[in-house]
């Protein structure tokens, strides 16, 4: 419930600061009762929020490193939307373990970035290996439009375009060969949908007189971003997320 309650606000927020959102072959995607681990290059900061609202009603664990959990709610917060920490420089079998864990054993996709940092064109294999241990398909989308907060603010267009679902079961080893034949796939995908996604996007900024319908919307959010932000503070006294995760109380095997 949080979770949902949460993607809607910030989507909320970037509708007010954006409001030239388009998203395409949303039919591609599996049906919502299918687990799945939806990949896309990272390219913003706020790509991974596009991704999740043109999925939904599906949720997702994300990976999230550890810096992020510093502070107390927006800790609270990410872990209340099933995100895990993961330390880059020493990663433990927690990388794979938990979003195996959450694959098979409850409701929720996981959310990846196969190529780890933003801009990099490199996909790497965890993807892989965590598909082939959860038996899961990988979801492919793309996300192109403005990757500046300027850009966001000028209200250039923003496409989320969903490619086709990439089986792997037909690949035995997750071995050099596997792995990388995993990563073509994924990067062959990445590469016609980046393409798809140039005829979609014709130039035309968002329509300046829906500004004028922000400015009550803006004092609606900020309303709700305090209140969110008040029940975020008591609830990260009385509740711990990590002790109420359905597929954390067994191991998987």
């Not at 043109?54 to 927006?74: D, T």
């Not at 990388?180 to 140039?198: T, W």
């Not at 004092?219 to 305090?226: D, P, R, S, T, Y």
Request: glycine share 4%; hydrophobic share 45%; charged share 25%.
């Amino acid at each position: 419930m949080f979770y949902a309650h949460l993607r809607t606000l910030v989507v909320f927020l970037l509708w007010i600061v954006n409001g030239n959102a388009h998203y395409h072959n949303r039919d591609k995607i599996l049906d919502k009762d299918e687990n799945y681990i939806l990949v896309s290059p990272h390219r913003t900061w706020w790509d991974p929020v596009y991704m999740a609202f043109a999925a939904r009603p599906k949720q997702f664990v994300v990976m999230a490193k550890k810096e992020l959990f510093k502070n107390r709610i927006l800790s609270w917060w990410i872990r209340m939307c099933g995100a895990f920490p993961v330390d880059r420089e020493n990663p433990s079998q927690e990388v794979i373990r938990y979003p195996v864990n959450a694959l098979k054993k409850s409701n929720r996709s996981l959310l990846m970035f196969p190529s780890g940092s933003r801009h990099s064109q490199d996909v790497k294999g965890g993807v892989a290996v965590i598909a082939k241990m959860a038996k899961v398909k990988i979801m492919p989308c793309a996300y192109s439009g403005p990757m500046t907060l300027s850009g966001l603010l000028k209200g250039e267009r923003v496409d989320m375009n969903f490619g086709n679902p990439i089986d792997i079961s037909d690949i035995k080893r997750m071995n050099d060969e596997g792995v990388a034949e995993v990563a073509r796939r994924i990067q062959m995908e990445f590469d016609r949908i980046d393409e798809e996604n140039k005829t979609y996007n014709n130039g035309k900024m968002g329509n300046p007189l829906t500004y004028i319908l922000r400015i009550p919307a803006i004092l609606l959010a900020l309303i709700w971003i305090i209140l969110v932000l008040l029940f975020s503070l008591v609830a990260s006294f009385v509740w711990d997320p990590d002790k109420h995760r359905s597929w954390e109380k067994t191991e998987t095997k």
